[in-house]
């Protein structure tokens, strides 16, 4: 079974900053693509941050470039999410996301979300 579980998520003040960590598990992480979406409540989900199986060819939305940072580390099937300089905006719940080639279409694989909740 493919699990992935978010953790890192909380209360914190505008300004501030929160490390995000997706473990994964049931999985040929190495060769999965990742990224992280959000979802704020009447909102649709968004893509915030992704990158390849390699861990380069790094793309964010433009609200959040500058201020995050998605990284891989394939020795601990985890990808990260460092969030800085926080504000209202970012509030939601963040997902993990794997995508993996099954040798004719992409499986994406989703984890069970972290909340971050910004206060001003």
């Known amino acids: 079974q493919v699990q992935l579980v978010e953790s890192g998520g909380g209360l914190v003040q505008a300004g501030g900053s929160l490390k995000l960590a997706c473990a994964a598990s049931?999985?040929?992480?190495?060769?999965?693509?990742a990224a992280w979406f959000r979802q704020a409540p009447g909102k649709e989900r968004e893509r915030v941050a992704a990158?390849?199986?390699?861990?380069?060819?790094?793309s964010y939305r433009d609200s959040v470039k500058g201020r995050f940072t998605i990284s891989r580390d394939n020795a601990k099937n985890t990808v990260s999410l460092q969030t800085n300089r926080l504000n209202a905006e970012d509030t939601a719940v963040y997902y993990c996301?794997?995508?993996?080639?099954?040798?004719?279409?992409?499986?994406?694989?989703w984890g069970q979300g972290t909340q971050v909740t910004v206060s001003s």
């Open positions: 990158t390849i199986w390699t861990g380069g060819n790094v």
């Open positions: 049931g999985i040929a992480f190495r060769t999965t693509d």
């Open positions: 996301n794997l995508a993996h080639w099954a040798g004719s279409t992409w499986s994406h694989y």
